[in-house]
């Protein structure tokens, strides 16, 4: 196996494919825990991720939910059911699993440096004129991982980083003034 490269792009169609999917698997997350929370008197929600799913971790309100017996979350934002409040295994259930992305790993590591510091990193992958762009702080390293995907499945090329600096300043350039191109 080798190491994912510090700055790749792809145009693979199945990769792009699955971004789509995500997206949607994402806003019907929001969707579910937003309506959640709502109906138990709340604002919002706070969520929590682990590896590639994420999942409600408090709603938001300002008094207490009458709905049941709740509880306040233990770092103080928000609050949870208890186990024996019927609401519990709904607000339990309400999670988003994302799709693998072909030829990209869930996480990269960096070598370890003189202090026996390293780092890790989540792929933050963005979507630029039909292109899927993918970059890191640092040159991630080979894990000799059996699980970590081949780049070459997704189509992943290394390019410069310049190239990807460019590609991510025109996206947020295109973000913040809402022009057509790039997928939020």
């Known amino acids: 196996m080798t190491a994912f490269p510090q700055y790749a792009k792809t145009t693979s169609a199945a990769v792009l494919e699955v971004i789509r999917q995500n997206k ?7 969707d579910k825990g937003q309506a959640f929370a709502e109906a138990n008197g709340g604002t919002g929600f706070y969520s929590s991720r682990w590896g590639s799913t994420v999942s409600v971790a408090a709603i938001a309100v300002k008094e207490l939910p009458t709905t049941g017996r709740w509880r ?10 208890y186990k024996n409040n019927p609401l519990y295994n709904e607000f339990e259930a309400i999670e988003l699993r994302m799709n693998a992305i072909p030829g990209l790993p869930e996480y990269v590591e960096s070598e370890y440096d003189e202090h026996m ?5 989540s792929p933050k992958p963005f979507v630029l004129d039909g292109a899927v762009f993918v970059g890191f702080n640092f ?3 080979d894990r000799n991982s059996k699980s970590d995907p081949n780049p070459a499945d997704g189509g992943w090329e290394e390019i410069k980083a310049s190239e990807w600096h ?19």
């Open 139 to 141: 040159v991630p390293q």
């Open 24 to 30: 949607e698997l994402d806003k019907a997350f929001f």
């Open 117 to 121: 510091r390293h780092y890790i990193a």
């Open 72 to 81: 306040e979350h233990p770092r103080g934002k928000g609050f949870i059911p």
């Open 166 to 184: 460019a590609a991510r300043e025109s996206y947020n350039e295109r973000v913040t003034s809402h022009t057509e191109g790039v997928e939020r």
